[in-house]
């Protein structure tokens, strides 16, 4: 079986994609192995090429070594999830989510801010004549990539959640961080370090 699992960057890919290889008894491969979010690399995967990256002069080049006994894997991959109707014709796709809040603060801890404008980018790079992005207004288009901006952070939650329940959720299953067995609140730093209350107010 070929499982990819995606979805939300801190919605606990990670650890969904090593419990779930761990269960069937088959290789995990994480986001590394694909550079994070390169789809030639999850395709080779598929067809059992393992990816070898090499960086000349600050540049990523891809090759790959066959493994004939790569049929079955995981691999973790939040960085294609504007990709999953792609995935899904690869094989088998797990949406990891949590909620919305706590998608916020996990990716405000993590530091994710530049990334977060990169990932709203490949949504519409992936789906450029979509509705939504007609109904969508922040700071005319401008990347204010300010630390810890959390209000950037909750428009692209409210997107991601969007393309999900609108293209997503009839090819793909369903993974809520915080009903799996396996789910330790005692390490979920959205508990441990909340947002504070003027964050609070700016995503209100």
């Not at 890919?13 to 994070?36: D, Y």
């Not at 891809?62 to 493994?67: I, S």
């Not at 014709?89 to 809040?101: A, F, M, Q």
Request: proline content about 4%; hydrophobic content about 40%.
């Amino acid at each position: 079986m070929k499982i990819f699992v995606t979805g939300f960057h801190r919605g606990g890919t990670h650890t969904a994609a090593m419990q779930l290889a761990e269960k069937m008894g088959v290789p995990c491969f994480n986001e590394e192995s694909i550079r994070w979010d390169s789809f030639e690399a999850a395709q080779m995967v598929s067809e059992g090429i393992i990816p070898l990256w090499s960086n000349t002069d600050g540049r990523w080049s891809l090759a790959g070594k066959v493994d004939p006994s790569l049929k079955n894997f995981v691999l973790q991959c939040p960085g294609l999830a504007h990709k999953t109707l792609e995935l899904a014709k690869l094989g088998t796709v797990y949406w990891c989510t949590r909620p919305d809040i706590k998608l916020i603060t996990a990716m405000k801890n993590a530091g994710i801010d530049q990334m977060a404008w990169h990932i709203m980018r490949q949504f519409r790079d992936e789906f450029p004549d979509d509705s939504i992005w007609k109904t969508l207004e922040y700071n005319h288009g401008n990347e204010d990539v300010k630390v810890g901006f959390v209000r950037y952070k909750k428009l692209l939650v409210e997107v991601k959640n969007y393309f999900y329940e609108t293209y997503f959720k009839n090819v793909c299953g369903s993974l809520i961080l915080e009903e799996q067995d396996w789910y330790d609140s005692g390490t979920d730093m959205s508990l441990l370090k909340p947002l504070k209350p003027h964050e609070l107010e700016a995503i209100a």
